[in-house]
């Protein structure tokens, strides 16, 4: 949500940021309309204070026995005036409101220009891709050979983008997800959080689902929404909070299932688990000071490549153009995962520093030490990792002549010392 004072101070650089987002000029628009409702606001007061006066002088008239007929008469038609007026204001508010909710957040100066994908900017890379005797397979050929990824069992239950995992490959997700909430919580500062996966409208507001991406997500029966990612409920811990400085900044972790419609993915992955309807992911969530928001979001993508290093995957770590970043974000790194059964890198982890977008919509703010006022915080948020995905990238880098695939190091102790998968007989 933007600030509609600083679209009417800054309407040219306002637009100039859009544009760099592919979009057309609103700010002219924005201050007109906001224009019309200040000027609204103005004559509905004027009005209440003429009220007030006639209200006063009626008391007075009446006191001295006089006619306050005259006075009667202006106080009930100022005050069907000021129901007019009323609602004159309320309509030029709501529809500068749906505007802005319309709008996605600016983008930083440092974000590459660009329409699409296209025009991400490589930063740098970790690890080589492995090098095979052989002819890598994707994962779900992997795990269908295993005998323990199923996606016919997954389709007769729940139909496409299901899948049903078996026996170790079910551990290692699971082994996957407690080692990444290990790794987050034990080494890298964050408080596990264990939250709803069912939101109300107003959480979905606040981090920028709703109004405009509604199609992407289930609806319950309740009203209430499944969450397409712990950044949601995450992230309205502090809707409507004022935080204390000195508690910056909050950094939080999750791991919860994620639920997403693909409303716009027809005809893409229909394949195997990398696009799911439904998949695991734990999340880290950031609230920051502004000052300090920069920084943490390089800290918050090393803890996400962290990960990729001790399960010995290589990625790499793309900056993302103003075309390619998601509604709420101001920056975005990507980290993309090496997959040699489809020898390209694909996205594990997307981590975005929003600014203060996030926070107006949920009016999260902080007040410093001795400070009558308080500011918005910013907020961040990125995937620490999507635990199916990471699941994928292990499957394909760790797969075996023989059809077994090595469980990495790292996992080991979560998988009661397992160090292959076999082919289930």
Known sequence: MHDIRFIREKPAFF????????????????????QRRRAAQTAFQEMQAKRNE?????????????DAAAQLAEVAALKEALG????????????IDDLLMGIPNLPADDVPDGKDETANVELRRNGKPPVFSFAPLEHDAIGERLGLMDFGAAAKLSGARFV???????????????????LHTGENGYTEINPPFLVRDEALFGTGQLPKFGEDLFRANTGHWLIPTAEVPLTNLVQGEIVDEAQLPLRMTALTPCFR???????????????????????????AHPDA????HERMTACAEMVLQRLGLPYRVMALCCGDMGFSAMKTYDIEVWLPGQ???REISSCSNCGDFQARRMNARFRGAGDK???????????????GRTLVAILENYQQSDGAVLVPEALRPYMGGLDRIVPHV
């Open 15 to 34: 637009d100039k940021a859009l544009a760099r987002r592919g979009l057309g000029s609103v700010a002219l628009q924005l201050a007109e309309l906001d």
């Open 261 to 287: 419609s693909e409303a716009g993915a027809a005809g893409r992955d229909t394949r195997g688990m990398i696009r799911q309807h439904q998949f695991s992911k734990v999340e880290l969530v950031s609230i």
């Open 373 to 387: 006022g308080t500011r918005f915080v910013h907020t961040l948020n990125g995937s620490g990792l999507a635990v």
């Open 84 to 95: 007019t007026a009323e609602i004159q204001e309320k309509a030029l508010g709501k529809e």
């Open 164 to 182: 049903v995992l078996k026996g170790a490959l079910a551990r290692l997700e699971r082994a996957l997800a407690a080692f990444m909430l290990d």
């Open 293 to 296: 928001s920069a920084a943490e």
């Open 343 to 345: 020898n390209c890198y």
């Open 54 to 66: 006639a209200s006063r002088q009626i008391g007075e008239v009446k006191k001295q026995g006089g």
